[in-house]
């Protein structure tokens, strides 16, 4: 078990590393400015019209690295740095944000899949730490409670590694797109390319740590002792 502890706590740390390098790579670039000039706002919209999607509104949202789509009501949400900045950061952001909206109209298959897990994951993850609890404290009466959470921990597992395809597509669609229409010149795609890198790794990193999480709830169902 001491093994388990181990491997937990190094995920940790490396999550810990990769979202302090994105913050910081999101903070350097968002000091570059974009020879174009264009913000955020102006980048995501024509990346919309250049993909003929005409239903989906970009939008501002408050917050720090709050920047996500919304297949619900069609909008892209952009964080107030992103939709009115106009620099390498807001480039890579708001292309990858536009290529989500790129996979709703498409019917991307692994977008689908995971939007189709939402509701499901909701009422699990609502539940689940409850289940799990009780089921630790139960496991030398029964060992049902836990195998019912183990259950439902591995659905959110499912849904971290379901999302890795997901997060790469879009961010491959926002780089080919900036670059074939000119949006940055070669020096502000490297840097685009390697904000999008990390961002990348965050969602990485969460998959694998849902997984040793997961592995280890199954060793104690399992009765594995180190």
């Known amino acids: 078990m001491a093994g388990s502890y181990v491997i937990i706590i190094l995920v940790m740390a490396i999550s810990m590393y990769v979202q302090w390098r994105l913050k910081s790579k999101f903070e350097e670039y968002s000091q570059v400015g974009l020879s ?8 995501a919209e024509k990346m919309l019209r250049d993909s003929n999607i005409f239903d989906v509104r970009v939008v501002s949202v ?6 996500h789509y919304n297949p619900q009501d069609k909008t892209v949400n952009l964080s107030p740095d992103v939709f009115h900045g106009r620099s390498v950061s807001a480039a890579a952001v708001a292309s990858h944000e536009c290529g989500h909206a ?12 995971r939007s189709q897990m939402v509701p499901f994951l909701s009422i699990s993850s609502r539940y689940m730490q409850w289940v799990i609890l009780g089921g630790v404290l139960l496991l030398n009466t029964t060992p049902i409670p836990l195998a019912i959470g183990v259950a439902l921990f591995a659905v959110t597992t499912l849904f971290s590694f379901i999302t890795l395809p997901v997060e790469y597509d879009a961010s491959n669609r926002a ?26 790794r965050t969602y990485l990193v969460a998959a694998i740590g849902s997984l040793a999480t997961l592995l280890y709830y199954v060793s104690l169902l399992m009765g594995r002792r180190d």
Do not use: C, P
């Open 36 to 43: 174009n000039g264009m913000s955020g706002r102006e980048i």
């Open 102 to 113: 790129v996979q709703h109209a498409t019917a991307y298959q692994w977008l689908k899949f």
């Open 62 to 67: 408050e917050g720090q690295l709050t920047d």
């Open 175 to 200: 780089l080919a797109w900036i670059q074939n229409n000119r949006i940055v010149n070669e020096r502000e795609y490297v840097m685009a390319a390697d904000a999008l890198k990390w961002a990348a």
